[in-house]
């Protein structure tokens, strides 16, 4: 289909970036990652996952079966094979003659920091697997982790992967019905969980939700507290646990327990950014395959140089695969740490990294936006000299956000990748290969070698270059979800039905005319403003393309006359204060960056914009206010309080504003 139907679903292609970074040949010459995987991969692409499966993984029984779809949507990869994820996260680096390397240095928010190595892994991971199995931990039981950034809760996990026992993890930043309902959906037997944790200054105490989350009854026998700030608890004799006391009297060797290929992992529910979190989960072969392929190459990493960070928290799907599993199946050396950004002062991750010399940064836009704002002086004070690569995921990144990204971080030298994925996909799927890919800041441009991504129009089509649609993924890949844990119907209708045979991520995309894929947001947020399909990543990004804007987001609102009207939140960058003029600039600047079509009807000058634990912007909350409804279900809401303020400012705001 060529021609533009009325109910062509394809996205108007309005921004254009035309900035290029080619590979800097030195880069490419120590680069990990070489085109030629590509065709590789292309030629063959189970066998290509089958070598990778080999040659990055330790199996305790090979596998001679690679990939099963018959039984679709729910893959089998390396199906006869057996392994253990601990075993190869840990014990066979100190086999291997790494025990004395690092494998965590953790920087607590107070100041306290930790070194562990691998062998020193070994030793904690080993006696909490015995504690575990003591408490009536069986292989296939689930245990539930609720525990600050500490280095308890790798162990945690990793504790759980050694005796088949799937772990769910629950941000520490959630509430005690959050973590109820999680509890109750995975059927844990065991809680893990501390008396507190450190954030933005003081102890807030963690227990507590643990012991309402578990005051009606539920499947929880035990609860294993951490003492990490030494506040006073409440303790239910018989089902509460000291974790010291029970380490320390616990082995320190332990045999891992082999367990099949498609072994559940762990269960993680998403953030729930569009709506109710769903229960994902992953298993065991496919997943740390495609994990330690991607960690190797998209971020380039020499495990024996290099100093590896991933700012996210292990709560999410990124400190799973990029803290916990991808960065220890490849013997690498990172940090942890436990805190936010600003405390006790802005410039302290910048601190961290001049002190540990970290060379890899992963994080995510929201963060980057925040510096933006928070001005280059600060990373400035700091000696970033040790950055080699950097990267981003969670949302799109904006151009202007890449270009201070590379700029004020990387110091107009690093690559930048960045990375889509989910959930659900486990592992990284589209993101450049750093030496290899010519960089376009805003774009996470190629799917991986053995990866196949597409963008399908209304029938499924696959649109040509230049067209827009939908995000979808054609082939099963290694690290797949197998399922929504309890719901394989919720499983097949919420990814399967929209385009059958096809995943369908749930997002917004188009292709460029080199055939790069450019992610425009959420399917459910597409704007439609007098017939045409606008896209809030590119409204967005035209925003943050002004001097003077840190942070916007975009919504459509229905509007008597074009169906939907564009309505922009804004956040300004430091030093800038609103004056009269602020929103007829920025209004004019968008129809110039992008077309009048896009003109926002309104905007509004904000302090926050309202985001979820893991930091992304929940649009659906700010269409609710510039509709003038009832904020919708904000449970997932980082702060809640911002939506009030929100609303108070529009309802402020003078007519003027809204009228051309
Ligand atoms: P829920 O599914 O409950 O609404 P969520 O989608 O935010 O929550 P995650 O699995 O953490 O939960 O996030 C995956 C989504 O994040 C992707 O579908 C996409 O919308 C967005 N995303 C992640 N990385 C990128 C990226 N590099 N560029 C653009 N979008 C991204
Ligand atoms: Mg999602």
Redesign the pocket.
């Known amino acids: 289909m060529t021609e533009e139907s009325p109910t062509s679903p394809s996205l108007e292609n309005l921004l254009t970036e035309d900035r290029r970074f080619p590979p800097d040949p030195q880069f490419s010459e120590h680069a990990n990652a070489h085109p030629e995987l590509y065709a590789w991969a292309a030629a063959d692409r189970t066998g290509f996952w089958a070598d990778q499966a080999r040659e990055l993984i330790s199996w305790h029984r090979p596998f001679t079966e690679v990939l099963d779809w018959s039984g679709a949507p729910v893959a089998r990869w390396f199906a006869d094979g057996e392994l253990n994820a601990c075993y190869n996260a840990v014990d066979r680096h100190v086999e291997a003659g790494h025990g004395d390397r690092v494998a965590l240095h953790f920087e607590g928010e107070p100041g306290d920091t930790r070194t562990l190595t691998y062998a020193d892994l070994q030793r904690e991971v080993s006696r909490v697997a015995h504690v575990l199995t003591g408490l009536g931990v069986a292989t296939g039981d689930r245990v539930a982790i609720y525990l600050p950034m500490i280095p308890e809760a790798v162990i945690a996990m990793l504790a759980c992967a050694r005796i088949g026992a799937p772990h769910s993890v629950v941000f520490g930043g959630f509430s005690a019905e959050a973590l109820r309902s999680r509890i109750a959906d995975a059927e844990a037997k065991v809680v893990v969980t501390a008396d507190g944790g450190y954030r933005r200054g003081t102890a807030s105490a963690l227990k507590p939700a643990v012991d309402e989350a578990l005051a009606g009854g539920g499947p929880v026998e035990h609860v294993l507290v951490v003492r990490r700030t030494g506040q006073d608890v409440a303790w239910t004799e018989g089902r509460d646990v000291w974790w010291h006391e029970a380490v320390e009297a616990a082995p320190t060797e332990h045999t891992p327990v082999w367990v099949e290929a498609e072994h559940p992992l762990f269960i993680l529910y ?6 109710k ?2 229960g994902i989960f992953h298993t065991t072969g496919g997943y740390l395959t495609q994990t330690a392929f991607t960690h190797l190459n998209v971020f380039d990493l020499k495990a024996d140089t290099d100093v590896y960070w991933c700012t996210a928290d292990v709560g ?2 990124t400190g799973h695969t990029y803290i916990v599993y991808g960065p220890l199946v490849n013997g690498a050396t990172q940090v942890i740490y436990e805190g936010t950004p600003d405390t006790p002062h802005r410039a302290r991750w910048w601190e961290i990294v001049a002190k540990y010399k970290v060379s890899i940064l992963y994080t995510a836009p929201t963060a980057i936006r925040t510096c933006m704002k928070w001005g280059e002086e600060l990373p400035g004070q700091h000696d970033l000299s040790s950055l080699r690569l950097l990267g ?6 904006n151009p202007e956000a890449w270009m201070w990204y590379r700029r004020v971080i990387g110091g107009d030298r690093t690559p930048i990748v ?7 996909t486990g592992a990284i799927m589209i993101s450049p290969l750093p030496g290899a890919t010519t960089l376009k800041p805003g774009s ?1 441009q190629v799917p991986l070698p053995g990866i196949s991504a597409d963008v399908v129009d209304d029938e499924a089509h696959p649109v040509p270059n230049g067209g827009g649609g939908y995000l979808v993924l054609t082939e099963p890949w290694p690290a797949m979800l197998r399922g929504i844990w309890g719901d394989p119907q919720r499983f097949a209708d919420t990814y399967w039905s929209r385009f059958p045979g096809l995943y369908f ?3 917004g995309a188009k292709k460029d005319e080199d055939g790069d894929i450019w ?1 425009l ?2 399917v459910d947020d597409v704007m439609n403003v007098s017939g045409h399909r606008l896209s809030t990543t590119e409204i967005e990004s035209a925003l943050v393309s002004h001097p003077s804007v840190a942070e916007a987001a975009v919504v459509g609102a229905a509007d008597d006359t074009t169906g939907q009207a564009v309505v922009a939140f804004v956040i300004l960058r430091g030093g800038n204060e609103e004056t009269s003029g602020t929103v007829e600039e920025l209004r004019s600047h968008v129809a110039r960056a992008i077309g009048p079509i896009a003109k926002p009807r309104s905007i509004l000058v904000v302090a926050e914009l309202p985001k ?1 634990r ?1 930091g ?1 912007i929940m649009r659906r909350l700010l269409r609710d206010v510039a509709e003038h409804r009832a904020v919708g279900d904000a449970t997932t809401l980082a702060d809640a309080s911002v939506m009030d303020l929100i609303s108070r400012g529009l309802d402020k705001q003078s007519p003027a504003a809204s009228e051309d």
Do not use: C, F, N
């Open positions: 998403t953030s729930g950014t569009t709506g979190p769903k999410w799907v981003s995921v969670g949302e799109s990144i960045d990375t889509w994925w989910q959930t659900e996470a991520a749930g997002d992610l947001g959420r979820t893991s992304k």
